[in-house]
């Protein structure tokens, strides 16, 4: 088990930028595949970013490719998104979440192989 809190979140205007982060404590940081997700109201969760536990391997959702970038620093126990270009539809709250190697490896894991979350924080991207 590990536990995750994000922070960062908050209000920006369109074309705008928020780094979030996503602190973790628990077990060994580096023993984790990373990931973001996030929800919109009305919407399902979805997958967003997601960063190996080496950090060589990255994955993106085609919405945020190229605007958005998912790093990590295991010394700090610490993951985090970096976002630019923000648009209205990227409004919602994310989620950090951890998948054990003992869960799946490979690729950017299917969302039952995270299985600790952070309670999320609140992004708002205003028009």
């Known amino acids: 088990q590990v536990q995750l809190v994000e922070s960062g979140g908050g209000l920006v205007q369109a074309g705008g930028s928020l780094r979030l982060s996503c602190a973790a404590s628990g077990r060994s940081f580096s023993r984790y595949a990373m990931g973001w997700f996030r929800q919109a109201p009305g919407k399902e969760r979805e997958f967003v970013a997601g960063i190996s536990w080496s950090g060589i391997s990255t994955y993106y959702a085609d919405s945020v490719l190229g605007r958005f970038t998912i790093s990590r620093d295991n010394a700090k126990n610490t993951v985090y998104l970096q976002m630019n270009s923000l648009k209205p539809e990227d409004t919602a709250v994310y989620y950090c979440?951890?998948?054990?190697?003992?869960?799946?490896?490979?690729?950017?894991?299917?969302?039952?192989?995270?299985?600790?979350w952070g309670q999320g924080t609140q992004v708002t991207v205003s028009s």
């Open positions: 979440a951890a998948r054990s190697y003992l869960s799946g490896v490979g690729g950017r894991g299917d969302e039952y192989e995270y299985r600790d």
